[in-house]
């Protein structure tokens, strides 16, 4: 495994993420695919030992049951906490951003994780209701106290991450050290604005849905697992555009097969290659974190990646949280 540093907060993690929204109880209008109490402690047992230090959950997934999950694995296999990275996130919960809501928030994911402190402290969205100022403020405190080790952000506009940075920079107050954005093959936007501004401040990025949601795992469109089934949510990313993602997917099922490597290593070492520090990959079998783990020696050429690139077609913006 290779390793790299969140920014310049001297957290060094490694090149792979593991997903805690694969982790949880099965909530009824939820995902019903997420994994038990069991097999998350055997997935993150799997990562451990494959070199993989770095894990990412929110407050929301399963309604908290991942962070609990998460929490008791690390337990139950005595990883010391100073060899792992946690990071969870705060906004879809009552108040969002609000300073009591951050307040609110810290303390029960703290507790479902079992910790003293986050390595991470992630805002999962922009929130147009609580002023900037509050939430830099109330987030620097939790640094400042020791609950927080760093702070990142996650999808939204070029300009509102580039206007907290800017609150957090007046103020002197801690400032966003990665951004958590929607990012792969089969969705380019931010590299329109978002992640110029990331490059601009010396932000790291650890992408969700690095695989499109398993699109960049298997040919064709339709995997028949219970996810491509049942995720309404991945529906809505990313059948508008098939027609014209499934030569994406072909491609990538080329190179695939000319370097000899499955389709997810294809899809994630083009990830390092566009300077991505760590891929969240939010498996649910053993075998895909050993596909992840091998994709960081995968090195594609520069014609490789033009192949990848260059019938992307340029589509509406979703994830993000609108203006009410």
């Known amino acids: 495994m290779k390793y790299t540093e969140l920014g310049s907060t001297g957290i060094k993690v490694s090149r792979i993420c593991v997903g805690g929204m694969s982790f949880g109880r099965i909530i009824e209008g939820g995902h019903q695919w997420t ?34 999950f998460i929490g008791k694995a690390l337990k139950k296999l005595s990883i010391p906490r100073d060899r792992v990275v946690l990071a969870s996130k705060v906004y879809f ?36 209701d609580t002023p900037m100022e509050e939430t830099m403020e109330t987030l620097h405190e939790l640094v400042k106290e020791g609950k927080v080790r760093a702070l990142g952000a996650s999808a939204m506009y070029g300009y509102q991450f580039h206007n907290l940075q800017i609150v957090a ?36 990025r650890i992408p969700y849905s690095p695989l499109a949601g398993g699109h960049l795992t298997h040919r064709g469109w339709h995997s028949g697992s219970k996810r491509s089934d049942t995720d309404t949510i991945l529906k809505h990313k990313y059948d508008d555009y098939m027609e014209a993602d499934l030569v994406i997917i072909d491609r990538v099922a080329e190179l695939a097969e000319k370097h000899g490597v499955s389709m997810s290593e294809v899809a994630l070492a083009w990830q390092f290659a566009k300077s991505v520090a760590a891929p969240i990959v939010g498996a649910t079998k053993v075998p895909h974190f050993d596909q992840a783990v ?26 993000l949280v609108r203006h009410p």
């Open 35 to 68: 994994l038990d109490e069991d097999a998350t402690r055997d997935m993150i047992a799997h990562a451990y030992d494959l070199g993989v230090n770095f894990i990412d959950t929110a407050n929301q997934y399963a309604e908290g049951s991942s962070e609990e």
């Open 294 to 319: 091998r994709s960081v020696d995968l090195e594609l050429s520069e014609a490789d990646v033009k192949y990848l690139e260059e019938t992307y077609t340029p589509r509406e913006l979703v994830g």
């Open 93 to 128: 919960n009552e108040g969002h951003l609000s300073r009591k809501a951050i307040r609110r928030e810290i303390e029960g994911t703290l507790t479902r994780l079992d910790t003293d402190y986050l390595d991470l402290y992630q805002i999962h969205r922009f929130d147009y």
């Open 169 to 204: 920079e007046t103020n002197g107050w801690t400032k966003f050290s990665t951004m958590q954005n929607h990012y792969n093959l089969l969705y380019r936007e931010d590299e329109r604005e978002l992640i110029p501004v990331c490059e601009q401040y010396h932000v790291s």
